[in-house]
């Protein structure tokens, strides 16, 4: 065997080795995060690398998560902090939430992946859950693995079905990054250094604008360009936690219903729970016709997403070619086992109720802040436990990020600036945590307010 592949099949049995371990030694674990070091610039990304060690400060022993327990996780080196990102709104029901890994450690001792050809019984479990608990009639869903696919495969989906190329969707919306969800980017940072993406017309309107919608729909109907579907998040994320006005998104589902175009809700951060109810169009009374969802779908513990619709547009997805639409790995059994014990514990547990509530007591605190802070904060945004702070200058946000990780809280901001961070911790989070991270943000903030 080649001296490579021996150095490989040895350096994989050291560190399953670690893996097997529950804790390490304090010197173990500075020689591992100088390891991690090492390999994430010469294996992975270094400028990622760079851009964390900027955010967090973390000097010379940087944080490398290791295990974590609800709204608090815990690095390499025993260190606590209080995450008050929730991996993006993966973790709304906490680190390690133990009846979903409960499931998952169960099902993969009976077996992990299905064949592919036969009938495996927990897909169908979770289909049948999804059409329960999702808004009107929606009955169908197919599942993967991320967030982007459950964008690309409801695309693929309007397309299917209505024969039309055109997509009309929101400025600083996000959706993903595969080519398809990437043209539907609302974020030119990441669509024009690729160039030409996806064929169709794809329309660019202010998000929360319903006349823009109203308008560009006649326009196109006017000029004979085909409008497959209007694809919005119901509040945007990745914007920094911009809640809509009250009559976009009913005036949206009239105008498309009007033109004869498809409704697609990105609930792949909104959806089960994180802004407050069920599902982020609940805010509204509105059914889409299309709605995707992903991250918290696995409660934290398997990638799992799902892209689901009507028996009416389903039948593209059925007839004449069932498999015009697959995925080898998309729909596994600890996946679906994952989501089927998180959709369990969000109902059983109301954890939109307990992101309303915590929400309605944090974002007022958050306000009184930025009121104390006017020389730091433009504004706080947001609804349930998706809540964007605003500052001046992406300066002061990575000051604010910094300070706080320094303090123990973990937050980050958005993919293009530092300008909005956002706090998004598990919907779990207690009323002691919540009120620990407000003590450690009003420190940082008048450290921080003495230089600006």
């Known amino acids: ?76 080196l025993g260190r606590e902090y209080i995450d008050c990102l929730g991996g993006y709104g993966m973790m709304d029901h906490g680190w ?41 009639d929606i009955k169908y869903s197919f599942f993967a693995a991320s967030g982007t696919e459950s964008i690309e495969g409801a695309i693929k989906l309007a397309k299917l079905y209505t024969k039309k190329p055109g997509f009309i969707v929101a400025t600083k919306a996000f959706h993903g990054k595969t080519m398809g969800s990437l043209s539907m980017l609302g974020k030119s940072d990441y669509r024009e250094p690729l160039g030409i993406l996806y064929g169709g017309p794809v329309y660019h309107v202010p998000f929360g604008d319903a006349e823009a919608v109203e308008r560009q729909l006649d ?66 009374d509105v059914v889409p016709d299309i709605l995707s969802v992903a ?13 689901c619709s009507t028996e009416e547009i389903w039948q593209v997805m059925m007839y004449p070619n069932p498999f015009i639409h697959t995925t080898t790995t998309g729909g596994g059994a600890l996946a679906c086992s994952a989501a ?47 809540i964007g ?12 990020a910094a300070g706080l990780f320094k303090r123990g809280v973990l937050v980050a901001g958005t993919l293009t600036s530092a300008q909005t961070v956002r706090i998004e911790p598990p919907l779990v989070i207690t009323q002691e945590q919540i009120d620990e991270v407000l003590n450690r943000l009003t420190d940082t903030l008048a450290e921080v307010s003495k230089t600006v």
Request: charged share 20%.
């Open 340 to 386: 089927i014990a998180a959709i369990h514990v969000t109902l059983r547990d109301k954890l939109w109720e307990q992101a309303a509530a915590k929400g309605g007591y944090l974002i007022p605190k958050l306000e009184e802040l930025a009121a104390e802070f006017p020389q730091i904060y433009k504004g706080i945004t947001g609804r349930g436990l998706l």
């Open 96 to 136: 390690s939430h133990p009846d979903v890994v409960a499931a998952v450690r169960d099902q993969l001792g009976r077996t992990p992946m299905p064949s592919q050809e036969l009938i495996d019984p927990l897909r169908g479990v979770l289909a049948k859950l999804m059409a329960q608990i999702t808004p009107g």
């Open 1 to 76: 065997m080649p001296q490579s592949l021996n150095d490989a099949l040895a350096y994989s049995a050291r560190w399953l080795d670690v893996i097997h371990k529950p804790q390490v030694p304090e010197e173990e674990g500075k020689q591992i995060i100088e390891e991690s070091k090492v390999n994430f610039a010469e294996h992975f990304n270094r400028g990622w690398l760079e851009y964390r060690k900027s955010v967090t400060e973390a000097g010379d022993w940087a944080s490398v998560e290791w295990t974590g327990s609800g709204a608090v996780f815990r690095d390499i």
């Open 295 to 307: 991250k918290s779908l696995g409660g934290g513990v398997m990638p799992v997403s799902a892209f």
């Open 219 to 284: 326009i196109c109907q006017k000029v004979g360009i085909g409008i497959a579907a209007c694809l919005f998040e119901p509040i945007q994320g990745e914007a920094g936690a911009i809640v809509p006005p009250d009559d976009f998104w009913p005036r949206v589902r009239a105008a498309t219903k009007q033109y004869g175009v498809l409704l697609i809700a990105d609930e792949v951060q909104t959806g089960l729970g994180r802004t407050g109810k069920l599902w982020g169009v609940d805010h509204w």
């Open 389 to 400: 702070q605003h500052f001046h200058t992406p300066e002061i946000g990575y000051q604010v």
